[in-house]
Structure formats: C-alpha cells, structure tokens
Nanobody, 123 residues
C-alpha cells in the first residue's frame, strides 16, 4: 500500500504561482512513477503531469507545458508540482497519484491516489 498526502493548494490571483507537494509513504518511493491530475467542477479528471522513477523523464498535458513543472525528491519521498502564471481555468482539485508501471499514461495506469488539494485562481 501507498499513502499519498497532497498539500500546498489555496487561493491565488491570476498570474500567481503555487507549489503543490505530495508526500508518499508505505512503499519504496523510488520504485513509483508519480503523476498529478486535476478535476474542475463539472468536468472529468484530467492528466496534468507525470514523472518517472528516477526523475529524468517527465511528461505533461499540452495545456500546461512551459507553465507547470513536476519534480521529485526521492530522499524526501515527495513529488512537487510547480505552477506558474496561473489562470482561472487552472482552478480545480489537484490529485497526486502513484503507479507501479514505469510510464503511466492514463488514470487507469495509476494504483494509488491522494485525497486532493483545492487550487482556486481568481481573476
């Protein structure tokens, strides 16, 4: 089992930045691929970013490329999502997820999920 706990969400003005954190426990952290998803009100959960075991490989949904950065610190069992130039359309609950496969591509590839953290961007 893996437990994931997100933090760092909140209310920010458009153009601002936030850094989300997700702390993992329960399994060797560096054997997990990690991802961030988000779900806006009335919309389906969508993939945002993911990072491989070593941190070398990262991939993003096109809409956040150049705006968001995913990283991980295996010594701290933590994955981060740095979000810059935030827009009102980035408002959502952001979820951290962990996968046992090397390159998870869709939500179904992920085995463990956090409870989510709310990000609200005001205009």
């Amino acid at each position: 089992q893996v437990q994931l706990v997100e933090s760092g969400g909140g209310l920010v003005q458009a153009g601002g930045s936030l850094r989300l954190s997700c702390a993992a426990s329960g399994r060797t952290f560096d054997s997990l691929a990690l991802g961030w998803f988000r779900q806006a009100p009335g919309k389906e959960r969508e993939f945002v970013a993911a990072i491989g075991w070593s941190g070398t490989n990262t991939w993003y949904v096109d809409s956040v490329k150049g705006q968001f950065t995913i990283s991980r610190d295996n010594a701290k069992n933590t994955v981060y999502l740095r979000m810059n130039s935030l827009k009102p359309e980035d408002t959502a609950v952001y979820y951290c997820a962990a996968a046992l496969v090397a390159k998870p591509r869709v939500a179904g590839d992920y085995d463990y999920w956090g409870q989510g953290t709310q990000v609200t961007v005001s205009s």
